[in-house]
């Protein structure tokens, strides 16, 4: 994220969260986020039906 957000390392984590998740909306998931939240998504699914 760096590359896309000179101010990236003085954000809080709360900031960094929406910043994330504004890149990836605006410039078609560039950095990820919305396939690592889906995966993170699933993930957290299987886990609790075992």
Known sequence: MEE???TWEFLDDE???RKAF???AN???I?????ARH???QA?????SQ
């Not at 950095?31 to 396939?35: D, L, S």
């Not at 957290?44 to 609790?48: F, S, T």
């Open 39 to 41: 995966q993170a998504v």
């Open 31 to 35: 950095n990820g986020y919305m396939t």
């Open 4 to 6: 896309n957000d000179p």
């Open 15 to 17: 900031e960094r969260v």
């Open 22 to 24: 504004q890149v990836s």
């Open 44 to 48: 957290l699914k299987r886990w609790k």
């Open 27 to 29: 410039k078609g998931d």
